[in-house]
């Protein structure tokens, strides 16, 4: 049943389906601001947990003196 079942979702999915649509001159320039901005996203997410992981893992400078 799980076979057949996943055999005819297969098909359902990679059957062409006619797209009726307009992409204008500005929807691949969107496209491309679109993966510009994932990138540097992916960039400005990777070096903040670079620096938190680096201040977790390193020691004070300056530790606190109890007086």
Do not use: E
């Amino acid at each position: 049943m799980k076979s057949s079942l996943a055999i005819l979702l297969l098909i359902v999915l990679l059957l062409p389906v006619p797209a009726h649509a307009y992409l204008d001159a500005g929807s691949g320039s969107m496209v491309l601001q679109l993966l510009v901005a994932g990138f540097a996203g992916v960039l400005v997410g990777i070096k903040v947990f670079w620096r938190r992981m680096v201040a977790f893992f390193s020691r004070p400078k300056n530790p606190p003196r109890s007086s």
